[in-house]
């Protein structure tokens, strides 16, 4: 695991960077998830062809610095991340977000197209108000989520989401629903369909039917179903996630 100090997040961001053929595959987890948790499974299932990929834990995650008085607001996640890849001197590369993470790769892509072979997300946030998991978040104050919520979180979990969400710091989490609840201007969506480059949004067959993967949809965007998952889809069905992933890096 390799490290790099951010002026941004001002701590240590650290992230994988694993070798391969062709331009990498930049990912980025979502909320309460660590890349170098969710991802090694996808990058290692046989239906995923070989290539260079970076799995990052943004600050406030799995193996990255946690420092309390960043903003973990998605605008900063992504500075914090277009700081990382301007350092690695990436020129070309392909870039997924997962959640939360869709939202802050929507922003990243926006900064870097330049370098962008194309961003693929998978049931981002696209507008203010967050998701239901990220509005109950943000529906109590940060200290009365510090002082019970998180641990009540962690406590009613089941699924391997809960091994993560334990390496996260509560303020982060935190921090970032409630960015999530707030939004940003251009909204996410606005942002995501003016990108000039190949893109793709995944969404898992159990999250159907929803209003988002409609409206992009309507806007002629390739959109891609991941059969026998939902929202998790990264371990609901690693195997349909990798092929969708490679299938899209494919010139």
Request: proline fraction near 6%.
């Amino acid at each position: 695991m390799k490290s790099f100090t951010s002026s941004v997040a001002g701590c240590q961001i650290r992230y994988h960077d694993l070798p391969g053929p062709g331009e990498p595959l930049v990912f980025i987890h979502g909320l309460g998830c660590a890349s170098s948790f969710e991802y090694p499974r996808v990058v290692m299932d046989p239906a995923f062809s070989p290539r260079r990929v970076i799995l990052i834990d943004l600050p406030g995650s799995g193996y990255s610095d946690k420092p309390a008085y960043y903003s973990y607001s998605t605008t900063d996640q992504a500075q914090a991340v277009t700081e990382l890849l301007t350092d690695i001197g990436l020129t070309q590369f392909w870039l997924y977000g997962h959640s939360m993470g869709g939202s802050i790769a929507i922003e990243v892509a926006t900064a870097m197209q330049a370098s962008l072979l194309g961003l693929i997300v998978s049931e981002p946030n696209f507008y203010k108000g967050g998701g239901q998991f990220s509005r109950g978040i943000a529906a109590i104050s940060q200290d009365e989520f510090i002082a019970g919520g998180y641990q009540g979180l962690i406590d009613n979990e089941e699924s391997p989401w809960k091994g993560s969400l334990q390496s996260t710091l509560p303020l982060a989490v935190w921090r970032g629903a409630t960015s999530l609840v707030e939004g940003i201007e251009p909204e996410w969506f606005s942002l995501f369909t003016a990108l000039p480059v190949r893109k793709q949004l995944l969404f898992g067959e159990w999250s159907l039917p929803d209003q988002d993967f409609e409206a992009v949809k309507s806007q002629g965007i390739a959109c891609r179903i991941i059969n026998a998952a939902g929202h998790s889809m990264s371990w609901e069905n690693p195997t349909g996630l990798a092929q969708a992933l490679s299938e899209f890096c494919t010139l």
